[in-house]
């Protein structure tokens, strides 16, 4: 009897032992098929981050930033250029938005809009590469040109974490499914608010330690911003938060991926049966933020002494005569196959159309528009505070050259050949006002230095050259020019020997000046941009770092809430023909004076862009500032002739 219940009793053992191994097996491989899903998603989320593609719109396009370090973008110049992330772009538009409302400035708000729209198009176009490669058999590529299969890897992923145990456990071949979607409550990105943060009005909920959130809108100025779901690495995310999209937005950019399979479990207890058990996971992935370290500078250069109506950058948007179209021409220009005026005549400036009908075309607005592009050269860690104090306080107004008078000695012509410079007289000094944002905090720098008319600076290719003939006119500046003996004994040369002028009353400086606006960051990328991809150009003026004043920063820190024609070989009718060398025609390239022999087409009468490849083919403005924007002002010069009659110009060699 004893023997009998024993052996009963070690049966019933044995097949609670076997159901509980059996069930063991379930659950390890419900288990495994857990972290093998999960690695799934892991893996696609990382392959989306590597996506790249150069759009129109805003040149190099990711879901994270890079560095210039992709094979792939490498320029026409042999530098490679920065990749710019969807979030980092949306949360820049926003805070220039913010600045330019704190301006009070519709036609500002106005190109920031049009900017966001742009931002727009080139994210549906990124949304619809990264729907692509979740399919099989789909090939992607990254900043490096270097093709993958995301879904093969995410499918390797998955298989290579299915860790065996006794009993099998099948992946179901082909049953991988992976989907782009949204989060029903949002998460942190890694795009922080824009500072001071007391100005960038974002409700609580879109607040997360600092940071925006993802999906949920964030408006300004009845304008919609949706971040995506992009945080600073790469993460799992509870699949009851996925959803295919987010009710209530208006738009938005699913970056959220959904992985789904199916494995077949089979089980001694369960017999030949097999069972089909389905998982999920979801990731999100990451964005890699690029320090900005050197955005490029602002600059005014006044190579003629300043203009009495200019005091300070402001003065571009509140001079009614910059902001009218009465009096002035004005050209929204570029330069065609090449940088001008290198490689004439095959390169040229040519008409580009203004892309906004609606704005009057005059130097307000073209300086508007360079201004908003330095803006996103900073992205967003540019100070909103500090770039409305550049406008309106005094601590940037433009401070006057010393001295306040300089010699001018100019090489004169000869039928023999040049003859060495010979001093005319006496000119206002010029210089050069650098505006800079300091990396480490966002806020502006300014600073001034000497000016010369020569060098000159190229226009850079297919970005924006703008002119405004007659900008100001009826100037109070002062209009004395003081003639030399030298100068006499010079006229006179020139007068009966080459030039014909009028010696006795050879120069007269005007109240007239001209503006010149290089915008050699206005269009980014290689589809649009071209040679450049819209970097800044070197710059010697502005490589170089700057402290802010101290009285300025003590400011910041307490947070005080202040309020047509094209220019070829030839200069085009309608302009002065000037007197070469010593009065150039009325053009801000110095064509003529290539044409003549007195300048050469070479980096020693013009800043120009430097060649590749270089350090690891990246350009020297990404470690040091170079050129984004200069706003240059000419004054006209009457060069009077014998006999009567006179030709306007400026003022060309000035030693």
Known sequence: MLAIITAVTIGILAIISFFALSYVRLLGSSNEQKTAIEAAAMSAARDLGKIAINTPEVGWLSLSDSAPTGTATIAGDQYKVPVRSVNSLMGTLRLDLIIADRLGDQNLKVMVKEDLKQLKNAQLTLEAELRKSLNPGYSSKDINGQTFELYKNAETAYLQNLQRMVGTSNYKAN????????????????????????????????????????????????????????????????????????????????????????????????????MNVQSAACAQPANIIDPHNSPGALTFSFPDGLCAEITNPGSMLTNSQLNSNAGSTSSFLTSVNGDFPMGRPTTAIASQNWPYPSMNENCGNYFRRALLDWWKRAGTKLNMQSAQM????????????????????????????????????????????????????????????????????????????????????????????????????????????????????????????????RDQVYQPGSVAGNYHNGEPMDFDKTAYKEQMPVALA????????????????????????????????????GEDQIDKGFFQPNATYYNMYSQGPGNANRRPTYETNGMAV??????????????????????????
């Open 630 to 655: 200069d706003v240059r002002f000419r004054r006209q010069m009457k060069v009077n002739l014998m006999g009567g009659g006179s030709r306007i110009g400026y003022v060309g060699d000035k030693k």
């Open 554 to 589: 003590a400011r910041l820190a307490n947070q005080d809430d202040l309020g047509n024609g094209s220019l070829g070989a030839n200069t085009p009718p309608g302009k002065g023909q000037g007197k070469p060398p010593s009065v150039t025609s009325q053009s801000d390239f």
């Open 390 to 517: 550049m406008i309106t306080d005094p601590a940037f107004a433009f401070k006057t050259p010393t001295p306040l008078m300089m010699t001018w000695k100019s090489r004169v012509l000869s039928k023999s050949g040049n003859l060495p410079p010979v001093e005319l007289g006496k000119l206002p000094s010029g210089n050069i006002h650098i505006y800079k944002v300091d990396p480490s905090n966002g806020t502006i720098t300014y600073t001034e230095k000497d000016l010369t008319p020569v060098k000159l600076s190229v226009a850079g290719q297919n970005q924006a050259y703008m002119e405004t003939m007659n900008a100001i006119t009826g100037s109070t500046t002062s209009t004395k020019f003081q003639l030399t003996l030298l100068g006499i004994a010079g006229a006179l040369y020139q007068a009966f020997v080459v030039e014909n002028i009028n010696f006795l009353n050879p120069y007269e400086l005007t109240d007239k000046w001209d503006v010149y606006i």
């Open 175 to 274: 049953s991988l499914k992976l989907s782009l979607g949204s989060l029903t409550n949002g998460a942190p990105t890694n795009i922080k608010l824009p500072q001071p943060e007391t100005w960038a009005n974002v409700q609580t909920a879109a607040n997360t330690g600092g940071f925006y959130r993802s999906y949920v809108n964030i408006p300004y100025d009845n304008e919609d911003f949706v971040f995506a779901g992009i945080g600073d690495a790469v993460k799992l995310v509870d699949p009851k938060d996925w959803t295919s999209a987010t009710t209530g937005l208006s738009y938005q950019l699913p970056t959220i991926v959904k992985a789904e399979a199916s494995q077949d479990i089979k089980a001694h207890m369960a017999g030949n049966a097999a």
